[in-house]
């Protein structure tokens, strides 16, 4: 897609980090009908814990029309979908919750429950053909019915793939290093060229309810998350599979090039530091990956850039032009909506304007099959102009209220 920096050509932007799901009674049309019963049981005692699930803006999650009627105000025509809401059964949303040991819980109605989202999002997305990505969601304690999701989830039109949660210490699950236990799920999804996507919170053990907690989890809740790469090189899956593409959601940008030479500087003390610990401690897994973790990146890995932040762009390069993917967060509270264009002109401002659609959306229709041509005329009607994203902003055009959003970290 060529674009003129001097014309009204339009950005074609597309989302890769947004979130949905179904009002809480809504799940029930979509839940198996032998959990009918206990649905109703369950919710009549059930309080929701969000406010802003329960308030005006919680229809966002679940009308489509307000919702694309508030994208496309936004500037966006196409969306990448990650829960939100809260599925029959959990107590709190799906994302970042991770159910009890196998032995200690409900993990049969959990599992339903997220077979209910997942149904309900295969219709939401119908409702906007072209326009809706969304991700599926499995449990990680029984691996065939899992693989079984992933097969039902391509078939429905489920486009963005499935969501990979965690496996922290304490949750009962074997580490993601554990290649035999997970390799079912990892040939399924290479199989069908379903992205893997790994959403910053997903990994994260569960917090305590002190304030202190929280801040722990805001600054940990990250390093959490970045595991999973090390964790999926270390255990073959991305040597096994080349084929299979791994998408890192809300997780900064500015840590993979810091990351990868990191790996790459251990990986190869493992492999020639002769008599070294290292050497002595990684060689025999060595000798299984003969790539360099930098290498396993650039051919599998992504990055859902929410928020890519202005000092973020010039490591472009070094993070892979082509593998970054540009992300709102609609409609969280700290989402860049709805000055998304703001947004983008604080990041993007005197960026090669091919650069830019790349990440603002070639990048993702590319992994997750949105098709820029069927897109390019919404686009040309609410998208933002090149030649306003060349401009760049001044602390003076951020509005206060934005100031909720990471990128605009660093405005006055």
Wanted: hydrophobic share 40%; net charge negative; proline share 8%.
């Amino acid at each position: 897609m060529t674009l003129d920096p001097s014309s009204d050509d339009r950005y074609v932007v597309i989302s890769a980090d947004c979130h949905a799901g179904g009002a809480l009674r809504e799940y029930g049309d979509f839940l198996d009908p032998r959990y009918r019963d206990d649905f109703e049981a369950w919710l009549a005692d059930y309080e929701i814990p969000y406010d802003d699930l329960k308030g005006p803006d919680g229809s966002r999650n679940w009308d489509s029309a307000r919702r694309l009627r508030d994208l496309e105000d936004d500037g966006i025509v196409a969306e990448v979908i990650y829960p939100n809401t809260v599925p029959p059964f959990f107590p709190s949303g799906s994302l970042t919750n991770q159910p009890p040991a196998a032995n200690a819980g409900d993990l049969e109605r959990r599992w339903a429950g997220l077979q209910a989202h997942n149904r309900w999002l295969a219709a939401f997305c119908a409702e906007a053909p072209g326009r809706r990505a969304g991700i599926a969601q499995i449990m990680l304690h029984d691996i065939d019915a899992a693989v079984a999701e992933v097969r039902w989830a391509k078939e429905a039109g489920l486009s963005g793939g499935v969501l990979l949660p965690g496996a922290p210490p304490g949750s009962g699950l074997p580490p993601l290093y554990d290649g035999e236990y997970y390799e079912p799920l990892w040939a399924v999804c290479e199989e069908l060229q379903v992205p893997v996507n790994h959403h910053s919170g997903s990994a994260a053990p569960p917090i305590g309810p002190t304030d202190e907690d929280k801040i722990i989890l805001l600054l940990e809740v990250t390093w959490w998350a970045h595991r999973a790469l090390t964790h999926l090189i270390v255990s073959g899956a991305l040597e096994r599979h080349p084929d299979m593409q791994v998408v890192f959601t809300e997780q900064g940008t500015a840590w993979v090039p810091e990351e990868l030479a990191r790996l790459d500087y251990f990986f190869t003390r493992m492999r020639a530091a002769g008599g070294s610990q290292e050497q002595v401690w990684g060689n025999r897994v060595m000798e299984r990956l003969p790539l360099q973790p930098s290498e396993y990146w650039a051919r599998q890995c992504h990055v859902g850039a929410s928020f890519i932040r202005p000092a973020e762009v010039p490591l472009r390069s070094v993070v892979g032009t082509d593998r970054i993917m540009w992300g709102s967060d609609y409609p969280h509270r700290e989402a860049s909506f709805p000055f998304s264009l703001e947004a983008i002109r604080a990041s993007f401002a005197g960026v090669d304007p091919g650069d830019v659609q790349a990440m603002l959306g070639g990048n993702a229709a590319a992994l997750y099959g949105f098709d820029l041509d069927a897109l390019t005329p919404l686009a040309a009607q609410v998208g933002p102009r090149v030649t306003d994203v060349a401009e760049p902003i001044t602390a003076a055009e951020v509005p206060l209220e934005a100031q909720k959003c990471p990128a605009f970290a660093g405005f006055a």
